[in-house]
Every structure is written in structure tokens, then in C-alpha cells.
């Protein structure tokens, strides 16, 4: 029945759909523990959506974000909302993520850091990021694989944590030698999925036309 809808749609409207999915990867996903504060949350979902990141992980009672400040990005993103760190870890394990949190840590550490680009980027990558003020959990901390950074070089010793995103994906689709890495796309079956959502939901009354071309089926049988 959803790809009748798309008859509603205009052909070039279509098309630029198929054209962002072709370019959308799960090899990389994004979670956000505890992060409180809507304008970050919102960056963070536009950026995904920039780079082609599909899912984006939201664990506690944070995760809200503004339509106005993603500029509707949310809306073309597989958003996943956990009540608690374990919760979000069984996910993420059972679809084989390594679990990278993305902070520096203590010399004495027996977790590895990377900076961020040097992170094997051909595994399944969870980056998982903390609140403004706590940090990431020690939940995830416990259960980490290892760990990233973005290197700097000045006084600060920490970015926003939309801009510390933002960088980290960057990083992600590119090589160490500045090439464009092409990151693994979705599987058919999950890109047909995802694109039939994306119309029905571009379709303002979906509902109505699904029943309107039903009545216009049955009374052509």
C-alpha cells in the first residue's frame, strides 16, 4: 500500500529521497546518555543526518529536541530511546557494536584511546557521548571497548558536545590520507523499509489516501 502513495509524491521528491538513502550507513551510530540540554540534542540529530548517520541512540531522561533548531532532520533519523544505559548496551551488542566512549581518560587507564581519527571505522562503531555536566556513565564506562578523543592544542580542554559530534562523524567519513571512505550502506530490505516510512510521513494525511485508493480498489473488483 506505501508504494501507492508515492504516486502523491512528485517524481523529484522521490528521487532525492532514494539519492540520501543510497548514502545512509549503520556502520556507525550515535548515542546520547543523559544529555539534557535541547539545543545540543537537536545539533547533534542534524549533524547525523548530514552525514548520513541513520540511527542515533537517546538513553534516560534526556533526548528532547526542537523541529526547529534540527530544521526537521529528526524526521529522516531511526531515533531509538532506552530507559537506562543496560537497556541501550543489550541493544547495541546484539547488533554487534563495538561501544566507544568519546572523551579522553587517565593514562593509567587499561582502556584504549584512539584519537578519533584513527578509530577502526570499518567495525560497527557505537560513539556514545555524556551529559553536559556528568559525563558519561559509569554504566558505559564499565562495558566501554575503548575509547576516543579529539586531539587539541590550545587552552580549552573540551568542546561542546554538538561540535565534539560533529567532528567525530566528520572523521568518520573520511580516510587517514583525506580520501572519502565509503562507509557500508544499508541493506535493501532495511533501505525499502525507511523509505516507506519517509513518505508515508511526507504525506501529510497518509492515513486518509491509504483508505481513499482501498475504496477506489475494492470498487474495481
Not at 540534542?41 to 549533524?47: E, I, Q
Not at 563495538?98 to 570499518?122: A, C, M, N, R
Not at 578523543?149 to 565534539?164: D, K, L, Q, R, T
Request: proline residues 3%; glycine residues 6%; contains cysteine.
Amino acid at each position: 500500500m506505501t508504494k501507492d502513495l508515492a504516486q502523491f509524491l512528485l517524481p523529484r521528491r522521490l528521487e532525492r529521497m532514494k539519492q540520501v538513502l543510497e548514502k545512509r550507513t549503520e556502520q556507525i551510530t550515535l548515542v546520547l546518555d543523559q544529555v539534557h540540554h535541547e539545543h545540543n540534542v537537536s545539533a547533534v540529530l542534524r549533524s547525523a543526518d548530514a552525514f548520513g548517520i541513520q540511527d542515533v541512540h537517546l538513553v534516560g531522561r534526556g533526548g528532547k529536541f526542537s523541529s526547529g533548531i534540527t530544521q526537521g532532520a529528526d524526521r529522516w533519523l531511526s531515533l531509538h530511546r532506552h530507559e537506562s544505559a543496560k537497556e541501550a548496551i543489550s541493544a547495541l551488542e546484539d547488533k554487534g557494536y563495538k561501544l566507544v566512549i568519546v572523551e579522553p581518560v587517565e593514562k593509567d587507564s587499561k582502556l584504549k584511546s584512539y584519537p578519533i581519527g584513527e578509530l577502526p571505522f570499518e567495525e560497527k562503531i557505537a560513539l556514545i557521548f555524556g551529559s553536559e555536566k556528568q559525563g558519561i556513565g559509569e554504566v558505559f564506562r564499565s562495558k566501554a571497548d575503548m575509547a576516543t578523543h579529539v586531539p587539541m592544542h590550545g587552552f580549552v580542554e573540551s568542546f561542546n558536545i554538538s561540535v565534539a559530534a560533529a567532528i567525530c562523524m566528520f572523521c568518520s567519513s573520511i580516510s587517514g590520507e583525506g580520501r572519502s571512505r565509503e562507509l557500508p550502506q544499508l541493506s535493501e530490505e532495511r533501505k525499502e523499509r525507511i523509505l516507506n516510512s519517509w513518505i508515508e510521513d511526507d504525506l501529510r494525511d497518509a492515513e486518509a489516501t491509504k483508505r481513499e485508493l482501498a475504496k477506489k480498489r475494492s470498487g474495481s473488483e
